[in-house]
């Protein structure tokens, strides 16, 4: 019953800033974390940016500087402010919601997003 959703993908020029959201709904309990992973074309996924229950946040190296994650916790919704963008970053964005399910944690993916950077 839950339900994770990204929005905001879309096309934009080399410098330019877009920023996509993450909403979880359905039996929310209690998030430990909430990150972005990407997808380039025929590349493999990897994290872009997570951000702790308490706040902390990681970011990879190729994006430290220019993107930034952040949440509303009342919304159950994270999101990535990506500035000065490169056409690197072109990829499909996905959104990982950390749950405790019981005594377990369970992760739970968006469909993703689809962002891309034009030269």
């Known amino acids: 019953q839950v339900q994770v959703v990204e929005s905001g993908g879309g096309l934009v020029q080399a410098g330019g800033s877009l920023r996509v959201a993450c909403a979880a709904s359905?039996?929310?309990?209690?998030?430990?974390?909430m990150s972005w992973y990407r997808q380039p074309p025929g590349k493999q996924r990897e994290l872009v940016a997570d951000?702790?229950?308490?706040?902390?946040?990681t970011y990879a190296a190729s994006v430290k500087g220019r993107f930034t994650i952040s949440r509303d916790n009342a919304k159950n919704t994270v999101y990535l402010q990506m500035n000065s963008l490169k056409p690197e970053d072109t990829a499909v964005y996905y959104c990982?919601?950390?749950?405790?399910?019981?005594?377990?944690?369970?992760?739970?993916w968006g469909q993703g997003t689809q962002v891309t950077v034009s030269s």
């Open positions: 990982k919601v950390k749950m405790w399910s019981g005594l377990r944690l369970d992760d739970y």
């Open positions: 359905g039996n929310i309990f209690s998030i430990r974390a």
């Open positions: 951000i702790g229950s308490g706040g902390s946040t």
